[in-house]
């Protein structure tokens, strides 16, 4: 029922512009879940999910605003929401890893688990660049990349709880974090 509403309310309200847009963006989703989560599920050599999850919301955040922004702004808050999207992934694979491992999935938390201390110091890292990114750049693109910094940095906090909270509570926090756009979008409003 929610679907259908929705689907509805973006049929009556969104322009063709916008509906042709997330029409092809449901291309390289549907793609996705059949080779990941179907056809190929468990093989080794199949690109790991993190990248594949946080280059599909990253051409989601940016296939809508490409035709009216300047191309140098979309490039560089793309290139930020990916970075924040990919640290997402990345931590929740490696508080998941062991659900991963019992399904057969393959992850970078896997395949790198010797290496765990870099997840727990990208979004840091995430949050530095979007920072830096703050200083020069049009007004929009500073507003992304404030919402990127501010979003690294609750992951970070996240992910220094997650031992204390537990991998369920985690991962909704993980997805929660990323929803910092909706400050300046209800403060614009």
């Known amino acids: 029922v929610v679907a259908l509403a929705y689907i509805a309310l973006a049929l009556s309200a969104l322009p063709a512009r916008d509906l042709l847009a997330g029409a092809l963006l449901l291309v390289p989703v549907l793609l996705y879940l059949l080779s990941h989560q179907l056809v190929h599920r468990h093989r080794r050599w199949r690109a790991p999910k993190e990248l594949i999850v946080a280059a599909l919301v990253t051409c989601g955040a940016a296939i809508f605003v490409t035709a009216t922004a300047q191309p140098g702004a979309v490039l560089s808050s793309a290139s930020l929401i990916g970075l924040v999207c990919f640290t997402n992934c990345a931590l929740i694979s490696?508080?998941?890893?062991e659900v991963d491992e019992s399904h057969g999935q393959?992850?970078?938390a896997i395949d790198a688990a010797e290496h765990h201390w870099v997840f727990s110091q990208l979004p840091w890292l995430v949050a530095v660049i979007a920072a830096l990114a703050c200083v020069?750049?049009?007004a929009d693109a500073r507003v992304v990349a404030a919402c990127v910094s501010?979003?690294?940095v609750f992951l970070a906090l996240i992910d220094r709880a997650e031992p204390?909270?537990?991998w369920h509570a985690?991962?909704?926090l993980a997805d929660v974090a990323l929803l910092t756009p909706l400050v300046p979008l209800w403060w614009w409003r």
């Open 136 to 138: 020069e750049t049009t």
């Open 94 to 97: 490696a508080w998941e890893r």
């Open 150 to 152: 501010a979003s690294a």
């Open 170 to 172: 985690a991962r909704v």
């Open 106 to 108: 393959t992850s970078l």
């Open 164 to 166: 204390r909270i537990g």
